[in-house]
């Protein structure tokens, strides 16, 4: 699936720390989290429901995905309409105040997208919503950029980022201090696919559409 890449967006909190999973983003265990739909096509908004509960029926997780009616009551409320796929990370969800404002965006999905699309993507997105970080920004990944290769691809279409954009979703590691994660995993969910000339060291990755045991067990371990 040749999506482009999503944004994570990460609000300015000051003293916060970075790792696999934001220690200070993560939701408190027991969580209710409410979660409400902007716009979008009903039967649309059923199959992204179904598919971001995995993250609770795979895991065991100890959060209640609690969806509402009223458009601005949740504390993730979603879009189809914005730009891209992003989501706010974590909690951070809870700081953006203008309930109008979507805190998660697919615009890349329609009613005609495949069940594999929307698995690859929900999947993904409420990874953030739930604290995960993208795989390729572990610190114990050993990936060694190349910058100019990067920066060039990622400023072009489909894409179009900023070099700011680029470094906090692709260039910038996590600080291993804060980590709360596990050795780089190949297989997360939470990692996009990207081509060995982006690497000084050849390294490339495969595309993801699934949860990974890894992403099972961290979200297991974080959260159960």
Same mark, same amino acid.
Not at 204 to 224: M, P
């Given at each position: 699936?040749?999506?482009? @890449?999503?944004?994570?967006?990460?609000?300015?909190?000051?003293?916060?720390?970075?790792?696999?999973?934001?220690? *200070?983003?993560? @939701?408190?265990?027991?969580?209710?989290?409410k979660?409400?739909?902007?716009?979008?096509?009903?039967?649309?908004?059923?199959?992204?429901?179904?598919?971001?509960?995995?993250?609770?029926?795979?895991?065991?997780?100890?959060?209640?995905?609690?969806?509402?009616?009223?458009?601005?009551?949740?504390? #993730?409320? #979603?879009?189809?309409?914005? +730009?891209?796929?992003?989501?706010?990370?974590?909690?951070?969800?809870?700081?953006?105040?203008? +309930?109008?404002?979507?805190?998660?965006?697919?615009?890349?999905?329609?009613p005609?997208?495949?069940?594999?699309? /929307?698995?690859?993507?929900?999947? $993904?997105?409420?990874?953030?919503?739930?604290?995960? /970080?993208?795989?390729?920004?572990?610190? *114990?990944?050993?990936?060694? @950029?190349?910058? &100019?290769?990067?920066?060039?691809?990622?400023?072009?279409?489909?894409?179009? @980022?900023?070099?700011?954009?680029?470094?906090?979703?692709?260039?910038?590691?996590? *600080?291993?201090?804060?980590?709360?994660?596990?050795?780089?995993?190949? *297989?997360?969910?939470?990692?996009?696919?990207?081509?060995?000339?982006w690497?000084?060291?050849?390294?490339?990755? $495969?595309?993801?559409?699934?949860?990974?045991?890894?992403?099972?067990?961290?979200?297991? &371990?974080?959260?159960?």
């Open positions: 699936m040749a999506f482009p @890449w999503c944004v994570m967006l990460v609000p300015e909190v000051e003293g916060r720390e970075k790792g696999a999973v934001f220690a *200070d983003a993560k @939701w408190p265990k027991g969580s209710q989290i979660i409400s739909f902007l716009d979008g096509d009903s039967g649309l908004q059923a199959r992204v429901k179904a598919v971001a509960g995995q993250w609770i029926s795979r895991t065991g997780a100890d959060l209640t995905f609690t969806w509402l009616n009223d458009p601005g009551a949740g504390d #993730i409320r #979603i879009s189809f309409t914005r +730009k891209g796929s992003w989501s706010l990370l974590g909690r951070y969800a809870k700081l953006k105040t203008d +309930k109008t404002e979507p805190t998660m965006n697919f615009g890349w999905l329609t005609n997208s495949t069940p594999l699309e /929307i698995q690859e993507v929900v999947l $993904h997105e409420f990874g953030h919503a739930l604290g995960f /970080i993208h795989e390729h920004q572990n610190p *114990d990944g050993g990936l060694r @950029w190349n910058k &100019d290769s990067v920066i060039k691809s990622l400023s072009g279409p489909p894409n179009k @980022w900023t070099p700011q954009q680029i470094e906090t979703n692709v260039l910038g590691h996590y *600080d291993p201090r804060a980590l709360i994660g596990t050795p780089f995993d190949p *297989d997360s969910i939470m990692l996009y696919p990207f081509p060995a000339e690497t000084e060291n050849g390294v490339s990755t $495969h595309n993801n559409t699934d949860l990974s045991q890894t992403d099972i067990q961290l979200a297991r &371990d974080i959260y159960a």
